[in-house]
T-cell receptor
Framework: DADVTQTPRNRITKTGKRIMLECSQTKGHDRMYWYRQDPGLGLRLIYYSFDVKDINKGEISDGYSVSRQAQAKFSLSLESAIPNQTALYFC?????????????FGPGTRLLVL | QQQVKQSPQSLIVQKGGISIINCAYENTAFDYFPWYQQFPGKGPALLIAIRPDVSEKKEGRFTISFNKSAKQFSLHIMDSQPGDSATYFCAATNAGNMLTFGGGTRLMVKP
């Protein structure tokens, strides 16, 4: 979805390195999320933010940190990468429609930690 | 605590068959139940959704069936096609809250 972009799309790094994954959105949404998806598994929530001044931990926040630089930007950092953080990472934004929340996902960042 | 349980984890269906994915929830406050579809290499995207005031919603070959008393809902894909091969996630939420996703089902439709 071009409205939610993630950079880089692929990244290979070494154990112990600090890396940052970036997410930008042009949808004008206040809510943003970071998820992790492992092969054959579902989506696990890392962090979420309901506005620029709001940051909340998800179910698997250990080893990760985030920064909400602006309404449109939400970055995920791995302070010291480890191999079990190898996964597919998705950023998402959301709005609240008449029915309920709809999340819009970016294309994902595939991360390999050696 | 997993509030939305999804089954099966994987499913293989022949072309033209019916694919059925089931979800069960615990939180009776949930009042919006969407399904997301994820193709390989892509992020999930909203496919179809239902509110509990109806028992069924149909969009093309995709139908959600909802059983409020059993706290269960399911996705039926009629006349399944190879292009339907994807991972499907059910989800649930209630007024203003964020989605809770099920664990996902990987569907393969064989030609």
């Amino acid at each position: 979805d071009a409205d939610v972009t993630q950079t880089p799309r692929n990244r290979i790094t070494k154990t112990g390195k600090r890396i940052m994954l970036e997410c930008s959105q042009t949808k004008g949404h206040d809510r943003m999320y970071w998820y992790r998806q492992d092969p054959g598994l579902g989506l696990r929530l890392i962090y979420y933010s309901f506005d620029v001044k709001d940051i909340n931990k998800g179910e698997i926040s250990d080893g990760y940190s985030v920064s909400r630089q602006a309404q449109a930007k939400f970055s995920l950092s791995l302070e010291s990468a480890i191999p079990n953080q190898t996964a597919l990472y998705f950023c998402a934004t959301s709005d609240l429609g008449a029915g309920g929340e709809t999340q819009y996902f970016g294309p994902g960042t595939r991360l390999l930690v050696l | 605590q997993q509030q939305v349980k999804q089954s099966p984890q994987s499913l293989i269906v022949q072309k033209g068959g019916i694919s059925i994915i089931n979800c069960a929830y615990e939180n009776t406050a949930f009042d919006y139940f969407p399904w997301y579809q994820q193709f390989p290499g892509k992020g999930p995207a909203l496919l179809i959704a239902i509110r509990p005031d109806v028992s069924e919603k149909k969009e093309g070959r995709f139908t959600i069936s909802f059983n409020k008393s059993a706290k269960q809902f399911s996705l039926h894909i009629m006349d399944s096609q190879p292009g339907d091969s994807a991972t499907y996630f059910c989800a649930a939420t209630n007024a203003g809250n964020m989605l809770t996703f099920g664990g996902g089902t990987r569907l393969m439709v064989k030609p």
